[in-house]
T-cell receptor, first 114, second 115 residues
């Protein structure tokens, strides 16, 4: 039951260029989407989120775009830096109640080449 | 900046033994979670805890698992009789208030190895 999918296991980009990480979902009840970054042997670190009522959210070099009709979101990193090299997880939450558990995608390994 | 902490960072145990994984969530947070990540797989939800009780648990969280908030700061996950397939990274997370983005902040994880 893969409600959140990241179809690209890896991505390599040159320093200074744009990195685009993609995520698809199937559950139309998700109301928030979040991106986390993870280094080996560390916990996921929150990057940016977007509400399902918006189509774009920007924070510095990071922008998340949401296309609800296509059930697709993407994370843009501009410009990419070598320190951005990590695994990026897309996660979704279905609102309400005392849970808001996160459902994660499988992750995309981003390698930014100097 | 406040952060979630977890101990130990690595726990090695024999199959059938009990383990307790410990977490100190961010101090003013109200919602607490455990997730796990088996090597090479995605991060999976185990359980959520709010107002001193479990609010939701996954199919993974069977009778061998339990959680507790024994005092105002710690949040623990106990596995009563460990199995080989329990070997994974276990992450604790916490969240502040209801409403708004449900951002959860994760600890560094405990690597559990069951031999």
């Amino acid at each position: 039951d893969q409600q959140v999918k990241q179809n690209s296991p890896s991505l390599s980009v040159q320093e200074g260029r744009i990195s685009i990480l993609n995520c698809d979902y199937t559950n139309s009840m998700f109301d928030y989407f979040l991106w986390y970054k993870k280094y080996p042997a560390e916990g996921p670190t929150f990057l940016i989120s977007i509400s399902s009522i918006k189509d774009k959210n920007e924070d510095g070099r990071f922008t998340v775009f949401l296309n609800k009709s296509a059930k697709h979101l993407s994370l843009h990193i501009v410009p990419s830096q070598p320190g951005d090299s990590a695994v990026y997880f897309c996660a979704a939450s279905e609102g309400g109640g005392a849970t808001n558990k996160l459902i994660f995608g499988t992750g995309t390994l981003l390698a930014v080449q100097p | 900046e406040p952060e979630v902490t977890q101990t130990p960072s690595h726990q090695v145990t024999q199959m059938g033994q009990e383990v307790i994984l410990r977490c100190v969530p961010i101090s003013n947070h109200l919602y607490f979670y455990w997730y796990r990540q088996i090597l090479g797989q995605k991060v999976e939800f185990l359980v959520s805890f709010y107002n001193n009780e479990i609010s939701e648990k996954s199919e993974i969280f069977d009778d061998q698992f339990s959680v507790e908030r024994p005092d105002g700061s710690n949040f623990t996950l106990k596995i009563r009789s460990t199995k080989l397939e329990d070997s994974a990274m276990y992450f604790c997370a916490s969240r502040g208030t209801s409403g708004g983005a449900p951002t959860q902040y994760f600890g560094p994880g405990t690597r559990l190895t069951v031999l």
